[in-house]
């Protein structure tokens, strides 16, 4: 019974394809989060979203876009990818009223 | 926006050693969480504590808010405990809807 779970776990692609990472959680959560972690292990934070609507996008190109059909997923797509685009992508939900945040498991991506 | 900093940025033990982390941050916060990822990668709550202290088996953690600190204290380490450990906060002044982390402490736990 995973909590915050993102597929796939791993994904390797050529430049310029488009991608998609699907994450749900169900925790009953209202806030979900898309987190960069580079090279260097760096977590930043691109995307929040609180009760479907978008709340943070923390300067990210608008190549990359995500969509969260319902409040238990946050989908993150990827176009024309880059071989800066190679990270670790994590997944994160919260709730307004207790804000203690809960991470998937996170999607290697590697762009060659 | 709220700087966090992490200290030390390594650290290396031997088993059943004890260990302090510091995080410092530059704002009030809402909330504050440490974190673990294990070599494997995944990132697991250790700690949600924006404020007083808490213990969860050999791991405490203390924050002090007003003095803008944490600490997270290991004891009697495994090797199992070798990661990264990130502190984690959501500053109450600006968006509540981030958390910004700190660069981490690389821990390593030898047998």
């Known amino acids: 019974d995973t909590a915050v779970s993102q597929t796939p776990k791993y994904l390797v692609t050529q430049m310029g394809n488009d991608k998609s990472i699907k994450c749900e959680q169900n925790l009953g959560h209202d806030t979900m989060y898309w987190y960069k972690q580079d090279s260097k292990k760096f977590l930043k934070i691109m995307f929040s979203y609180n009760n479907k609507e978008l709340i943070i996008n923390e300067t990210v190109p608008n190549r990359f876009s995500p969509k969260s059909p319902d409040k238990a997923h946050l989908n993150l797509h990827i176009n024309s990818l880059e071989l800066g685009d190679s990270a670790v992508y994590f997944c994160?939900?919260?709730?307004?009223?207790?804000?203690?945040?809960?991470f998937g498991q996170g999607t290697r991506l590697t762009v060659v | 926006g709220i700087q966090v900093e992490q200290s030390p940025p390594d650290l290396i033990l031997q088993e059943g050693a004890n260990s302090t982390l510091r995080c410092n941050f530059s704002?009030?916060?809402?909330?504050l969480q440490w974190f673990h990822q294990n070599p494997w990668g995944q990132l697991i709550n250790l700690f949600y504590i924006p404020s007083g202290t808490k213990q969860n088996g050999r791991l405490s953690a203390t924050t002090v808010a007003t003095e803008r600190y944490s600490l997270l204290y290991i004891s009697s380490s495994q090797t199992t405990d070798s990661g990264v450990y990130f502190c984690?906060?959501?500053?109450?002044?600006?968006?509540?809807?981030?958390?910004?982390f700190g660069k981490g402490t690389l821990l390593t736990v030898n047998p």
């Open positions: 704002d009030s916060v809402n909330n």
């Open positions: 994160a939900s919260s709730s307004t009223r207790n804000t203690e945040a809960f």
């Open positions: 984690a906060v959501e500053d109450r002044g600006g968006s509540n809807y981030k958390l910004t």
